[in-house]
């Protein structure tokens, strides 16, 4: 036989070799593990130990102040009650929603699924704006049509949020309906089970864990909000408005830090619920399973039409009287077109918008980075720091925004905290969005990373590449369209945030979510629905160029609206 | 270079996939591993290649000690059971990749595709990727792939397992051409006996993550050492002893002469049952003097075109069935006929 070299197994490489690839995989970790770390669990234990800074040294004094006080449960109860009823608002409305969508045959459904997502593209306080225009004390109802309505307080707040959650439920809801096993349906059916037994002994309990999941993600979601209720909330105050109050007009770091508490444990308690319960959502259908399809039935179909429309309309309205409001001269008294308010010439002009379109697309590029990073660590590394790793990926999908924001101030304006020059510029601004929606990030990346599987690693590794030559020439281009869809969701995300930021802006910092806030806080309407439009516009157009690059990338299974 | 396999272990938990297992693969020879599903074939060739680290045991290449060589730098050619083409790349590009890895230059590396993927009679997919070819095309390619850097080892696991009939029956030659052209010593799991039959020049046969018996086909066909190769590889019939007789084959009351063979590793001490294939089994009138000789009733006769299989129930033992294969047009006897059959002695083989 030959003996070529090429033949010998590198025997003088095989040490350095073994040992390179390990230390590579161990210094990624090691990259990926420290920003958290720093960013993640340093704010966290920031809050958790403020809430126990008292004058007179640490304890439980804050706590016991706070709950001491008849207006703290009067609190409780007001962010409870407000986000029992907006979830059962969101919740219901968007279970027979996606119903309709996924089990009854509709005229226009990518319409219909589109429009409601709408809601997304815009800063969590819009659905306030439009009620406050069609409902509110100048609004088109009370001064036209004679109506004497009062909106503002829990009434309004618990609208606007249900509108504002709506889409969050209608997610969750339409992948649960999504998966249904016919032959269940069919053995149900012959088995003599009408329509409405059908839904009650099969639909319902097929989908019970998605409706879980979505009433808990949604009333976390509407008990830590805050856009909503400090615009149309009146005298009608909620934990999340009070802890601004506490912090923003007060100066109250440790109160404001014990309500943060308040909020975060709630929603820990919900995501681990959630949690357990998706977990077991999978088992219902197996491989054998036989899709679903919708059967023509006229009465059905047109009953479902008409709620679905309805429901439509409902969120289109809110947002398009804001659209329309920002284009007429004084709403609702002067209703002739005008583009003055474009103008942006008050406060800072159209800066805060470049800002938060700069700030959004850093945090998509290093939001990728990161998430991306951690994802593959945590997927296809092997070492002690990959558990923990995953862990802490997770974390902020039981941090409601304003409480992690809360926790940058308390840590980073520290003076004796050498990353306190990073305080008050956009740098940080940028790192708190990308680790506020870093769970769902690192989540859409590891399903792909774990679809992409372990085979094609291994053929590389045995055909000599190693674990950079892998990732980079394999893994990344097979992943490209998932990142760039985790960037797109950051890239939106952040245009649109407000709870998360609004402690670290400060004038020269200013953001164009946080100015929607202050302009109708001032009475600005008009301005202020303006500079929504702008936003939902930015949003939009990026969605569709990057969907146009997908497209012609031929890479057309990716989500972007998520 | 000769790999030589000794006292592996493999461990999942409380699982032992590989008890204990050593093996010698000569230089240039095709050898399969084969037993049932879960047997731990695809462990021990994952362990060879690197993809697994042993719990014990050694593996050597030549003079080379491979236990502390990474996958990576093995210099095995792997081929494995689901596609695996890089999906981001060409048919080309797929196979130059462990070219790319190892820095050939460019005409060399083009040089190299080309004469790979001739030897596979797929030079006009070259520009494809994996998504437009089929999978026979895609599992040629992966061989291409893993032969392109010259490996001193080829691997192989199911490759063909799922393939469409004909598709893999085109491949089993086609592999085997490339095999015997190249004379690169090749390993292949496969669950299919007719599969290491057909292709290999030796024949591992494991059960629970133990090897049962090494042998060439003719040898485990002929004389396979134990009851679990003689009712994998073929048909046979399968005779379990009296208890109690020691030192002689007794089975329903009758002692059986057996014929010593020259490489017999079976012994009387450690024998359980006697087996037999069925066409070496032979029909009697009732009452037939001779040696072996065993009283039945015809419990059932299959006609199967060239052969006629007659299953037949000793009268002292009925619960075991002896089965029969007539070739071509023998008289066929009826069902419930109180015959005999004849066990010649030199188609007995002893079982442990
Ligand atoms: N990564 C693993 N983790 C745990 N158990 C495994 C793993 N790989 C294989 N096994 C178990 O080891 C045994 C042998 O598996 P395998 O080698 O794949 O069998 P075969 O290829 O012969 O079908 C099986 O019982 C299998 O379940
Ligand atoms: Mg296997």
């Known amino acids: 036989m030959s003996v070529s070299a090429a033949r010998e197994p590198q025997r003088a490489g095989k040490a350095a070799g073994w040992a390179s690839d390990r230390s590579i995989t161990m210094g990624l970790s090691v990259l990926a593990a420290i920003p958290i770390l720093l960013f993640l669990l340093l704010p966290l234990t920031g809050i958790l130990l403020r809430g126990f800074e008292t004058p ?75 009620l406050i225009l069609l409902l509110g004390r100048n609004g088109v109802l009370n001064r036209f049509l004679g109506f004497d309505i009062d909106i503002y307080g829990f009434w309004g707040t618990a609208i606007a949020n249900a509108l504002y959650a709506f889409p969050y439920a209608y997610l969750i809801l339409s992948a649960a309906l999504a998966v249904a096993d016919a032959r269940i349906y069919e053995s149900a059916e012959t088995l003599g089970a009408g329509p409405a037994r059908i839904f009650r002994d099969v639909t319902l309990p097929a989908t019970r864990f998605g409706l879980a999941a979505a009433i808990f993600v949604v009333f976390t979601l509407v008990m830590t909000d805050f856009g909503n209720p400090m615009v149309i909330g009146g005298d009608f105050s909620v934990l999340a408005t009070e802890v601004y109050n506490q912090v923003i007009g007060q100066a109250q770091f440790g109160l404001g830090a014990v309500i943060g508490i308040v909020l975060l444990v709630p929603a820990i308690l919900a995501k681990l619920i959630e949690k357990r319960i998706s977990s077991r959502q999978h088992a219902l259908v197996t491989a054998q399973s036989k899709p679903l399809e919708t059967k023509p039935s006229r009465g059905r179909d047109l009953a479902f039409s008409l709620y679905a429309y309805t429901v439509v309309s409902l969120i289109l309205s809110v947002l398009v009287i804001v659209v329309v409001a920002s284009f007429v001269r004084l709403w609702p008294y002067n209703m002739s077109f005008t583009l003055k308010h474009y103008e942006f010439d008050v406060q800072n002009g159209t800066a805060p918008l470049w800002n938060s379109v700069g700030v959004s697309l850093a945090t998509a590029i290093l939001g990728v980075a990161i998430t991306g990073l951690t994802a593959i660590v945590v997927q296809k590394f092997k070492n002690p720091l990959t558990g923990p790793l995953s862990l802490l990926a997770i974390l902020p999908a039981a941090v409601p925004g304003m409480v992690l924001g809360l926790g940058y101030v308390l840590t980073f304006n520290d003076p004796a905290n050498p990353l306190n020059v990073l305080y008050g510029s956009f740098t940080l601004i940028v790192i708190l969005s990308v680790y506020y929606n870093h769970a769902h990030a690192f989540l859409i990346s590891s399903t792909s990373l774990k679809q992409i599987g372990p085979v094609f690693d291994e053929a590389s590794t045995t055909l000599g590449g190693s674990t950079l030559t892998t990732l980079r020439k394999v893994t990344l281009p097979l992943l490209w369209p998932t990142l760039l869809g985790v960037g797109v969701f950051y890239f939106m995300r952040t245009m649109v945030s407000l709870s998360a930021v609004i402690f670290l802006v400060t004038p020269s910092t200013q953001l164009a979510a946080v100015s929607v806030l202050q302009l109708s806080d001032r009475g600005a309407v008009n301005q202020a629905a303006a500079f929504s439009v702008c936003i939902m516009a930015i949003v939009i157009g990026c969605l569709l160029i990057v969907r146009t690059i997908l497209w012609l990338a031929g890479a057309k299974n990716v989500t972007l609206i998520r | 270079m000769d790999l030589s396999i000794h006292d592996l272990v493999k461990r999942f938990g409380k699982l032992t996939a590989l008890d204990h297992v050593s093996l010698e693969v000569a230089q240039g020879s095709f050898v399969c591993f084969l037993g049932p599903s879960g047997c731990g074939k695809t462990t021990l060739l994952r362990v060879i290649a690197g993809l697994e680290e042993a719990d014990g045991g050694s593996i050597r290449l030549g003079e080379s000690d491979l236990s502390s060589i990474p996958a990576r730098n093995r210099n095995f050619g792997v081929v494995f059971q689901s596609y695996s083409l890089f999906p981001n790349m060409t048919a080309a590009r797929n196979v130059g990749y462990g070219l790319e890895c190892r820095r050939w230059d460019k005409p060399r590396m083009q040089n190299r595709i080309k004469e790979m993927l001739d030897l596979v009679h797929l030079a006009d997919q070259a520009e494809k990727l994996p998504s437009q070819m089929s999978g026979g095309q895609q599992q040629r390619i992966a061989l291409a792939r893993a032969l392109a850097p010259d490996p001193s080892a080829l691997l192989l696991d199911e490759p063909l397992s799922a393939l469409d009939a004909k598709v893999r029956e085109e491949l089993r030659i086609e592999i085997r051409a490339v095999q015997k052209r190249l ?19 030796l024949i591992v046969v494991m059960s629970k993550g133990r090897i049962e018996q090494i042998g060439t086909p003719q040898q485990l066909y002929r ?57 070496a089994v032979a029909l009697r009138e009732r009452g037939a003097s001779g040696e072996n000789i065993l009283a039945v009733d015809v419990r059932s006769v299959s006609f199967l075109g060239n052969i006629t299989r007659v299953e037949l129930a000793p009268e002292n033992r009925p619960e075991t069935a002896i089965v029969a294969e007539l070739h071509g047009t023998a008289t066929v006897p009826e069902t419930g006929t109180r015959l005999a059959v004849s066990l010649p002695a030199d188609a007995l083989r002893v079982l442990s």
């Open chain 1, 56 to 130: 007179s040294g640490f304890g439980i004094g804050n706590f016991t102040e706070t709950f001491g006080a008849e207006r703290f449960w009067r609190l409780v109860l007001n962010s409870i009650s407000m986000s029992l009823t907006a979830t059962l608002a969101a919740v219901g409305l968007a279970y027979f929603y996606a119903y309709a969508l996924q089990r009854a045959a509709i005229p226009f459904k990518p319409f219909l699924r589109i429009a409601v997502l709408t809601p997304l593209f815009a800063p969590s306080l819009v659905q306030a704006q439009g």
């Open chain 2, 183 to 201: 004379g690169i010593t090749t390993i292949m799991v496969t669950h299919d006996q007719e599969e290491a039959l057909a292709m290999a020049d």
């Open chain 2, 223 to 279: 004389e396979p050492a134990t009851a679990f190769v003689a009712d994998f590889i073929g048909r046979m019939n399968v005779l379990p002893l009296d208890p109690g007789a020691a030192g002689s084959y007794r089975f329903a009351g009758t002692p059986l002469a057996v014929a010593t063979l020259a490489n017999g590793t079976a012994n009387a001490a450690t024998a359980a049952a006697l087996g037999i294939r069925p066409e």
